[in-house]
C-alpha cells in the first residue's frame, strides 16, 4: 500500500516562503514522476511542478515558475516544494501524487496515489 504525507502548509504573508514535504512509503519515488498539484476553492485541480523519475528533470506551471522548486531527497523518499515570492493567489491546498511511471504528466488523472493535502494560506 502506498501512502503518501504532506506536512509544511501553513499561512504566510506575500512575498513570505513555505517549503511542504511529501514523505511516501510503499513505494520508491526515485523511479516514478511525482507532482505536486494545488486546488482553490471552487476551482479544479490544477499542475505546479512535477519531477521525472529516475532523473532530476523537472516541471513547472507558467504561474509558479522561478518562485517554485521541486525535488526530491531519494535516500528518505521524500519530495519537497519549496515557495518562495508567495502571492494571494497561490492560496489553496496542495497536494502531492506519483505516477506509476517515470513520466511528468500535468493530468490529475494520470496519479494513482495522493497525499491528503496540506493548507497554504498567502495574505496580502
Known amino acids: 500500500q502506498v501512502q503518501l504525507v504532506e506536512s509544511g502548509g501553513g499561512l504566510v504573508q506575500a512575498g513570505g516562503s513555505l517549503r511542504l514535504s511529501c514523505a511516501a512509503s510503499?513505494?520508491?519515488?526515485?523511479?516514478?514522476?511525482m507532482g505536486w498539484f494545488r486546488q482553490a476553492p471552487g476551482k479544479e485541480r490544477e499542475f505546479v511542478a512535477g519531477i521525472r523519475g529516475s532523473g532530476s528533470t523537472t516541471y513547472y506551471a507558467d504561474s509558479v515558475k522561478g518562485r517554485f522548486t521541486i525535488s526530491r531527497d531519494n535516500a528518505k523518499n521524500t519530495v519537497y516544494l519549496q515557495m518562495n515570492s508567495l502571492k494571494p493567489e497561490d492560496t489553496a491546498v496542495y497536494y502531492c501524487a506519483t505516477n506509476p511511471s517515470w513520466v511528468v504528466r500535468a493530468t490529475p488523472a494520470a496519479y494513482d496515489y495522493w497525499g491528503q493535502g496540506t493548507q497554504v494560506t498567502v495574505s496580502s
Open positions: 510503499g513505494r520508491t519515488l526515485s523511479s516514478y514522476a
